[in-house]
Structures are given as C-alpha cells and as structure tokens.
C-alpha cells in the first residue's frame, strides 16, 4: 500500500537521487504542500522502508539500504519506456 500513490513514489525517486530529503527541500519539486508531503513520509515510515534523522526543527529522511534495489525495481516498473 505504501507504494501506491505517485507521491510517495515520487519522494522515494527523490531519495533514490538525492539521498536523505526533508519535506521542505521536496516541496517545490513534487508541487504539492509541505503538510501533505509530510502526511506521505511518515506513511513510508510507518511502511518500515525509511529511517529518520531529527535536525533542529527539521526531520530527514532516507530510504533503508535494503530497500534500495526493490525501489529501484518498482520505479523502473513506474516510468515509461
């Protein structure tokens, strides 16, 4: 279920290239609000394929090393040939 929205599909392409992402960092690039993009990766938290990482009053997150290759497999699936 947690793979089944293209926004978190979209911050998971994100971590794939950027590595760790905050959702204020994403905001402009997935043209959503910053309180939905928070609301999709906590889902991926909650899903177990993040971790987190608090800074001040910023919370970042990374995609799990053993989930990399499966997320790469499943965006692969996502984009068009």
Do not use: W
Not at 17 to 22: Q, T
Not at 52 to 79: H, W
Request: proline fraction near 5%.
């Amino acid at each position: 279920r947690a793979l089944s929205n293209k926004a978190r599909l979209a911050l998971l392409d994100a971590m794939i290239k950027y590595g760790e992402v905050c959702a204020c960092e994403v905001e402009p690039i997935l043209k959503l609000a910053q309180p939905t993009i928070t609301l999709h990766l906590q889902k991926l938290y909650a899903g177990g394929l993040l971790k987190k990482r608090e800074d001040s009053k910023f919370t970042y997150y990374s995609l799990k090393e053993e989930y990399v290759p499966f997320v790469k497999a499943v965006l692969s699936l996502k984009k068009p040939s």
